[in-house]
């Protein structure tokens, strides 16, 4: 028969294994986002570097007016993505918290049920040392009459 410890501590594991996915999750979203960001970067870079190049030769407006509209969604997409990361380090740091506090539960209800079973044992042995003493009294209570006929 299973005691209750052992079945809390089963659904606490299976607590903590959905945690600990929710927070490996949350970390790809985190390491993506992170990604884009750094794309975002490069073309920032990437883009003023060659508006820079375009205003030193001879350009039309038109042209530097495309890049400069580019470069401004890149910055408008940028302050959002800042953004997106302040959220997801929020996250990260609520998932991780979270399942901290349910892998610290599972650990005191582990330590519970290992108190739980070492006292069962406990119990055993000594109902088994009862058992061989009562026999042993039996045995020489038998001898002794034995002997006295």
Same mark, same amino acid.
Do not use: T
């Given at each position: 028969m299973k005691s209750v410890w052992s079945v809390l501590l089963s659904k606490s594991e299976r607590e903590v294994k959905i945690a600990r996915q929710k927070l490996a999750d949350v970390q790809q979203t985190k390491t993506a986002a992170e990604e884009r960001r750094d794309k975002l970067d490069h073309l920032l870079i990437e883009y003023t570097d060659? !508006?820079?190049? #375009?205003? !030193?030769? *001879?350009h039309n407006t038109a042209e530097v007016?495309? &890049? +400069?509209? &580019? %470069?401004s969604q $890149?910055?408008?997409?940028? #302050?959002k993505s800042k953004h997106e990361m302040e959220i997801l380090k929020t996250n990260f740091e609520a998932a991780r918290k979270h399942? $901290?506090? /349910? @892998?610290? @539960?599972?650990l005191k209800i582990e330590m519970l049920e290992q108190r739980e079973r070492e006292k069962f044992e406990i119990e055993a042995l000594a109902r088994e040392t009862r058992e %061989? @003493? *009562?026999?042993? /009294?039996? +045995?020489f209570n038998f001898k002794e009459r034995i002997q006295q006929t």
């Open positions: 060659q !508006l820079k190049a #375009v205003q !030193l030769r *001879s007016g495309n &890049f +400069q509209q &580019f %470069i $890149l910055q408008s997409m940028r #302050v399942m $901290l506090r /349910l @892998e610290h @539960e599972r %061989i @003493e *009562s026999s042993a /009294l039996q +045995q």
